[in-house]
Nanobody
Framework: QVRLVESGGGLVQAGGSLRLSCAAS?????????MGWVRQAPGKDREFVAA????????YYADSVKGRFTISRDNAKNTMYLQMNSLKPEDTAVYYC?????????????????WGQGTQVTVSS
């Protein structure tokens, strides 16, 4: 079983920055998990934001956030991060941390086995 807890959300003006964190507690080493960030805006489906692989740390981004967001992980601290810069009002959403044991699939909601409760990010114009 994996428990994921997000933090770092809040209200920010357009052009500002936020750093989200996802703290994990799991039976297996944190480094065994491919991790992702998924967001859900009001009235919309959850959408992939970014992912970082369990092996090698390769990263992937949605086109809408490429060049503005950076995903990273600190396996020693069992924590994943999402640095969000140049935020736009359309980035407003609940951001969820997700995990899957091993594997290289990361894009679909069904690719993840574990989810956090989410943290609200609101970007004002």
């Amino acid at each position: 079983q994996v428990r994921l807890v997000e933090s770092g959300g809040g209200l920010v003006q357009a052009g500002g920055s936020l750093r989200l964190s996802c703290a994990a507690s799991a039976g297996r080493p944190f480094s065994s998990y491919t991790m992702g960030w998924v967001r859900q805006a009001p009235g919309k489906d959850r959408e992939f934001v970014a992912a970082i692989m369990w092996s090698g740390g390769r990263t992937y981004y949605a086109d809408s956030v490429k060049g503005r967001f950076t995903i990273s992980r600190d396996n020693a601290k069992n924590t994943m991060y999402l640095q969000m810069n140049s935020l736009k009002p359309e980035d407003t959403a609940v951001y969820y941390c997700a995990a899957r044991l091993y594997g290289s699939n990361y894009y679909r909601r069904s690719d993840y086995d574990y989810w956090g409760q989410g943290t609200q990010v609101t970007v004002s114009s």
